[in-house]
């Protein structure tokens, strides 16, 4: 492709609300503009780069006999009223309604869809296991749409869903998909770990997810040091043993007196389903929430931002372990006391493992210690169980002829999220570097000066005999080589010739875009050169 005919509006200067680095480089080097908050378009440069992420995708999943479809991304707002989870989410859900007043959502996901299909379709045992698969634009109105492609409101996912008529065919499942999206992640050249998650408001059981490592993501995980125990920090259990201190036991008094953070207790009041309880945590530890919604097996879990005092609170008392071995303890705020002994002085129901783990603490598989890391949320894989076909009455025929409702599995790979990932793990300060795999372009063809004869037709001659070898972006435009150099840099193509000087003796400069080493290499050799280079680099 020419670039003096090419669609690709490169910036000088990061866009104002570009925080992290591959939001400021895929605006900067014409990859994608915004339309809206969380809303873009990809231009030719990010098109090509999110079609051969889709294409790897594709490849793997077709090979683990999953079988693409394509869902409406409008939904008629019935099947999420069966499910109730029409009323279960709010705002975030995006719904319209059509001339006739009826109401749909824009597909967040397609659990609902995919099985009311499937539940008019399939009926025995002999259909299944079945995976299918789409790709296909989503729609989630974020509050704080952010870091570009990494939290939109539109964004492209993969999302597969598998059918199955026992939890061992689902368990087949989820590691074959488990396997594939290592394979995947593996041929997008990212940093990645599986973790233990939480299923949030979906329901079914074990979860994993997909993080790419990387200091702008979302996610904490919590990984051990010496073995391969990794897991979202939401879900991290903690397996401290505390031993009651030995501290000489003082009479509980009313008031507040100055105590270190681990004899503090701090009360969090939440409203779970429709009960008030109060959670105490010890003073140098974090209320986990998604603990909590877990120990009580529901989502309706909000925190309060109301103070009680504990002496007269009447609704259930529950408290982090570490709260047992509290000897005298100070509850802080506006009902403050002090020489608490928590056992003896407050009816607390039951002690839980409530707080969210922290670094050093000990791995819950009892090898190493626990250390942190950020990672950006690519894919999540989960057993979903008979969560949605129970209350779709999407049922199959047993060997026995007894209906059963179909085991699920669903998986999900953030596309456009995982480009912004890949954007992030491979820039450097110059700009975007693309891995081989996913790259817009191979070779980088620039003309140091057009109106040089013997460079400009050394250049379109090298373009008509490279471009059937490689996928070649040519530089014609009549700039300074300065401003071709530094949308080279910016872009990120893998190799990158230059026809300057030396043209009328036949030698051009090949540079690396990963390394920046830079070679004179005789026109004759160039395509042979060209070869091993990208074979390297592979
Ligand atoms: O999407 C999933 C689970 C899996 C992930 C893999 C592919 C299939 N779905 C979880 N989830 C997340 N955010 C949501 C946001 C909205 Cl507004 C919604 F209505 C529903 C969901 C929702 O269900
Ligand atoms: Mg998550
Ligand atoms: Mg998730």
Redesign the pocket.
């Given at each position: 492709m020419k670039q003096s005919k090419y669609f690709n509006p490169t910036l000088r200067d990061n866009p104002a609300d570009a925080e992290i680095k591959s939001h400021q480089l895929l605006v900067r080097a014409g990859f994608i503009r915004q339309n809206a908050s969380g809303i873009y378009s990809y231009l030719p440069l990010g098109k090509k780069v999110l079609s051969k992420i889709e294409q790897v995708i594709r490849k793997e999943l077709d090979e683990a006999g999953a079988q693409e479809l394509l869902m409406p991304a409008i939904q008629p707002a019935e099947l999420?009223q069966e499910t109730g989870?029409w009323d279960v989410?709010g705002p975030?859900?995006?719904r319209l309604k059509d001339r006739h007043g009826r109401p749909f959502?824009l597909g967040?996901?397609?659990?609902e869809l995919i099985t009311s299909l499937v539940r008019d379709e399939l009926s025995s045992y002999k259909q299944l296991p079945v995976t299918l698969y789409q790709i296909q634009t989503k729609y989630?109105?974020e509050r704080r749409p952010r870091f570009g492609l990494l939290r939109g409101r539109e964004f492209i996912?993969k999302?597969?869903?598998s059918f199955h008529s026992s939890e061992e065919q689902l368990d087949d499942a989820y590691k074959l998909m488990h396997k594939t999206y290592s394979k995947i992640f593996t041929s997008l050249g990212l940093d990645f770990r599986p973790v233990v998650a939480d299923s949030?408001?979906?329901g079914g059981k074990d979860t994993e997810e997909f993080m790419a490592l990387s200091s702008v993501g979302e996610d904490t995980i919590a990984y051990s040091d010496s073995s391969d125990y990794a897991a979202n920090i939401e879900m991290a259990e903690v397996h401290v043993q505390y031993e009651k201190s030995d501290e000489e036991e003082l009479p509980f008094a009313k008031g507040e007196v100055e105590t270190s953070l681990d004899h503090q207790i701090h009360t969090t009041v939440m409203k779970v389903e429709d009960e008030m309880i109060a959670v105490l945590v010890r003073g140098d530890h974090e209320l986990n929430e998604i603990k909590v919604k877990n120990l009580y097996g529901t989502n309706m879990v909000e925190v309060q931002n109301e103070e009680v005092d504990l002496k007269e609170f009447k609704g259930t008392v529950i408290a982090d372990t570490a709260v047992k071995a509290i000897a005298n303890g100070s509850i802080i705020g506006a009902y403050a006391y002090h020489n608490v002994n928590p056992d003896r002085d407050l009816s607390i129901e039951r002690y839980e493992d409530l707080r969210f783990i922290q670094e050093g603490d000990p791995s819950p598989d009892g090898n190493g210690t626990i250390v942190f890391a950020e990672g950006i949320e690519i894919g999540?894989v989960?057993k979903l169980g008979q969560t949605y076909s129970e209350t779709m009455g999407a049922k199959f025929l047993d060997e026995g002829g007894k209906a059963q409702p179909l085991i699920m599995g669903?998986?999900?790979i953030g596309v456009s999220r995982t480009l912004a990932a890949i954007a992030e793990q491979n820039a450097d300060d110059n700009g975007l570097r693309w891995p081989l795999a996913v790259t817009p372009y191979h070779v980088h063809l620039i003309t140091i000066n057009v109106k040089d004869a013997d460079q400009s037709d050394l250049s379109d001659r090298l373009y008509d005999s490279l471009k059937d070898e490689h996928d070649v972006l040519y530089d014609d435009r009549k700039e300074r080589a300065g401003v071709k150099f530094k949308d080279a840099d910016l872009i990120g193509l893998p190799l990158r010739v230059v026809v300057g000087k030396k043209a009328n003796e036949g030698i051009v400069e090949v540079k690396r875009r990963d390394t920046g080493e830079s070679i004179e290499v005789p026109v004759d050799n160039l395509n042979s050169t060209l070869q091993q280079l990208l074979e390297q680099m592979n």
């Open positions: 999420w989870r989410y975030e859900l995006m959502a967040a996901t397609h659990e989630r109105d996912m999302d597969a869903y949030g408001a979906i999540q989960f669903c998986y999900g």
